[in-house]
């Protein structure tokens, strides 16, 4: 089974960055796709890239593109989330998630292994 697990999150304002990091052993024998989702409070589960764990391949919700960049170190079993340009709007819980049919999709309810999370704040 895999366990992801995210870290990286913080308080930033608004036009900084962070790097979000997502460790899950093993993810590239059993899983389609990595990606990050978000929630904020009172908002339902959206997605915000994935990347082919296997080939060639990343994508992006609309919200995020040109500033979000999702990539991965195979030997290091890890998935990044560079976060560029912030903005408040960004703030949210984010989750690694291991699994997926097409990466493409961004469908949460095709991902099976979800991290804990990690909360990013962004001041206006």
């Known amino acids: 089974q895999i366990q992801p697990m995210e870290s990286g999150g913080g308080s930033v304002q608004a036009g900084g960055s962070l790097n979000l990091s997502c460790i899950a052993v093993k993810y590239t024998y059993t899983t389609n796709c990595m990606a990050w989702f978000r929630q904020a409070p009172g908002n339902e589960r959206e997605a915000v890239a994935s990347?082919?764990?296997?080939?060639?391949?990343?994508f992006y919700a609309d919200s995020v593109k040109g500033r979000f960049t999702i990539s991965q170190d195979v030997a290091k079993e890890t998935v990044y989330l560079q976060m560029n340009n912030l903005k408040h709007e960004d703030t949210a819980m984010y989750y690694c998630?291991?699994?997926?049919?097409?990466?493409?999709?961004?469908?949460?309810?095709?991902?099976?292994?979800w991290g804990q999370g990690t909360q990013v704040t962004v001041s206006s």
């Open positions: 998630a291991a699994g997926g049919v097409v990466c493409s999709d961004l469908f949460p309810s095709t991902y099976s292994y």
């Open positions: 990347i082919v764990t296997r080939g060639l391949g990343t």
